[in-house]
């Protein structure tokens, strides 16, 4: 917030100046990343112009509000589930410290074959 130009604008009027917080300690947040489960509080902001309130965790990431998941964690787990088995990519994402079952890495597949996340 401290930058003049945001990296994120108002998707009512295109304000990419002009924001206050709304709330700076929100409800925490589950995103499935590469990295792992993380944890982020939901920051919302508002726009000074409009009066426009938008989450910024999921605006950066990329994310829905009701999806867990990010495109690019997506797209990286259907291209696992799609080179070696279901059992296998689990025990892949096991060796590095992920609690995944199959059936996600096989929505990851669906989801990258009919072009949801791409």
Do not use: H
């Not at 002009?18 to 700076?24: D, L, P, Q, V, Y």
């Not at 259907?78 to 892949?92: C, F, H, N």
């Not at 096991?94 to 079952?101: C, Y």
């Amino acid at each position: 917030m401290g930058l003049e130009t945001k990296p994120f604008c108002c998707e009512q009027c295109g304000n990419c100046k002009e924001f206050i917080w709304k709330t700076r300690v929100g409800k925490l947040t589950e995103l499935l990343t590469i990295f792992g489960l993380v944890m982020l509080g939901q920051l919302q902001v508002k726009c000074k112009r409009c009066g426009y309130k938008m989450y910024l965790v999921c605006r950066l990431w990329g994310v829905d509000l009701k999806t867990k998941v990010p495109q690019e964690t997506v797209r990286k787990l259907g291209l696992l589930g799609a080179l070696a088995s279901y059992r296998v990519s689990k025990q892949i994402v096991g060796m590095f410290g992920w609690a995944l079952d199959r059936m996600t890495i096989w929505c990851s597949v669906q989801r990258v074959g009919r072009g949801d996340s791409i």
